[in-house]
């Protein structure tokens, strides 16, 4: 929506195009019980609209998916936004048509278009990892998917309910679920590190500070800061000052706190401290030891995994009609018109919630599989794992803009945000190919590959190649292993110096 805001201010003809009903894009599929936002809705906001910011009021700390949605439909109102998208339409296929420098769209339910310019905006979580266990056909109740619940929800009252899967939607949900369900099965393949999101109103005397920070915190964004005070990354603590201070992983709320302990992705002993903090907390919560041990992760470092964000989650633990089953002591076998069978037993269900995740990042982007120079198609260019300049562009397919692709910080950091800087980046591109007359916007395979290479040295210092994440696109079988988000420093000055060196790397021609 900033995308077309920004190109209608700028004068181009844009049309838009999403298969949902409407706006809203992550807020309009994903309605499950308890989805909400773990990024605080007050920064969950585009910065560059005062007006939106002055006609809207979160109401809670983390929002609520319904608000989310409010607030992408007050985006639309107030921007005037909705005439230039097609909703209900699929884009199925792009090709680029070389001899006219221009892109050709094909879509399920508006026919074929044509423009200068490709913009994938897909989202990084927005293809969901369907479920394939042998029999799943075969099951006599009801079978629901978090990444694209029915809009009018689901009475689970009395229900003996089975969820699959506890990345971040299945924690969110699965306490609401057992508010309602007569039973809770959860099955669970690898246990979450989970971390209280410590929700509530906001403060009236909370609200207004923000207020009255807003436009340092604007400047700070716009300079590539974060906007919030951190200890210096050369923090070398003892263990008694590291022990004290992971303890905001629990007391400051949320995951604001994982960015407020230095190096916790990169230095083995401060990640061990946090992630052995946790799994205190969660034998403390957890009544049943044996629960407890198999709530408990190990085997990848804290942070690693997307830490998720709670509320009450190990505490639904102690209810007695909540079960954990770990399909690491007994795999899943098949889904039984009754339920789900493991190696140990069946457990009869009347209803599944799959929260199996997604193909994220580039999921969206093979779907559309756009052709480029030559033919070349982007899964046969990323058939060995993607590649990108800043994430925003790939070498072979000019004049197309991915919005939060792969190598960009994107989901590592607040996706508002990220979204403002591609958009940003990607006006100022095209006012310089406006102002040299350009048909084409290339990067030349050169910088992207030292792009690629400069990504890989920093995801070489952490540790997130050690966990078998999405990120490392581990979660999807067959998909390349690499870490797809661009975990170093700077990115926003490095976006900014693109521009005031005037584009090194890309061709305009
Ligand atoms: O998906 P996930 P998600 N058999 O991939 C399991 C964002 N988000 O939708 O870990 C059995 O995290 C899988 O197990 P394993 C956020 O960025 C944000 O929950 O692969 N289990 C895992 O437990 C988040 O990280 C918010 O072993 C199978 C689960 O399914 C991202 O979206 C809320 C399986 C998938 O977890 C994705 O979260 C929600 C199989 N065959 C989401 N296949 C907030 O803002 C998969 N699993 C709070």
Redesign the pocket.
Known sequence: MYLVHRLREAGYSVQGFDAAGDVGGTWYW?RYPG?????PSLLYSYSWSDKLRHNFRWSEK?ATQPEILEYAQLVADTYDLRPFFRFSTRVESARYDEANCEWVVETDAAGTWRGKYLFLATGC?SVP?E???PGQDSFQGDSYQ??TWPHEGVDFSGKRVAV?????????SIPLIAEQAESVHV????P?FSLPALNGPIPEEERQAFEAMYEDYRAALAAGEPGIEMLPEDWEPSDEELAEHVKILWNGGGLVSTVQIPRLTKDERINAAAAEFVRERIQDIVDDPDTARRLTPHGYPIAT??A??DTNYYQTYNLPHVHLVS?QEEP?VEITPQGVKTEAREYPVDAIVY????D?MTGALTRINPVGRNGLSLQDAWAEGPTSFLGTTVAGFPNLFTITGPFSPS?IQNVILSIEQHVDWIMEVLARAREAGSATIEITREAQQQWMDHAADEANQTLFPQA?S?YMG??IAGKPRVLMPYVGREYKQKLDANISEGFPGLVFS
């Open positions: 994903n989805a909400r936002c773990d990024i983390y979580l990892n479920p394939d266990f978090t990444s699959i899967g506890t990345g971040s939607s299945a924690i969110q099955f669970q393949r690898t979450n995994k997307r998720c964000v399909l899943l929260a199996l995740g997604f994220a989901v078998g999405w581990a979660n």
